[in-house]
């Protein structure tokens, strides 16, 4: 079972920049995809970024789409989500999560994702 570890989260000023960082207990082969999703208080989790193994591919949500970048550290067994430009609205504990096997159109789906994280807070506040 891959356990799944984030950290990077902190207090940022708007318009400012974090990378958070999510680490796996074990080699995460091709077969995986890794997602970050959010949830703010009050509002349902909500799908970030993704990236498939087997073929790079990456996945944004319109609203972080070329602020944020996704990208795989294989020699760590990381995956790591630079985050810039950021917004109050931003302001959410992420998850990390792993799932097997995904097809394009289930990347951003959380229910297709089957190991988790705890989650790290990040707040964007001035």
């Known amino acids: 079972q891959v356990q799944l570890m984030e950290s990077g989260g902190g207090l940022v000023q708007p318009g400012g920049s974090l990378r958070l960082s999510c680490a796996a207990s074990?080699?995460?082969?091709?077969?995986?995809?890794i997602g970050w999703f959010r949830q703010a208080p009050g509002k349902e989790r909500e799908f970030v970024a993704a990236?498939?193994?087997?073929?790079?591919?990456?996945y944004y949500s319109d609203s972080v789409k070329g602020r944020f970048t996704i990208s795989r550290d294989s020699a760590k067994n990381t995956v790591n989500l630079q985050m810039g430009g950021l917004k109050p609205d931003d302001t959410a504990v992420y998850y990390c999560?792993?799932?097997?096997?995904?097809?394009?159109?289930?990347?951003?789906?959380?229910?297709?994702?089957?190991?988790w994280g705890q989650g790290t807070q990040v707040t964007v506040s001035s």
């Open positions: 074990e080699p995460t082969g091709r077969s995986y995809a």
């Open positions: 990236i498939r193994f087997r073929d790079r591919m990456t």
């Open positions: 999560a792993a799932g097997l096997n995904l097809i394009t159109t289930s990347m951003s789906t959380s229910r297709h994702y089957t190991y």
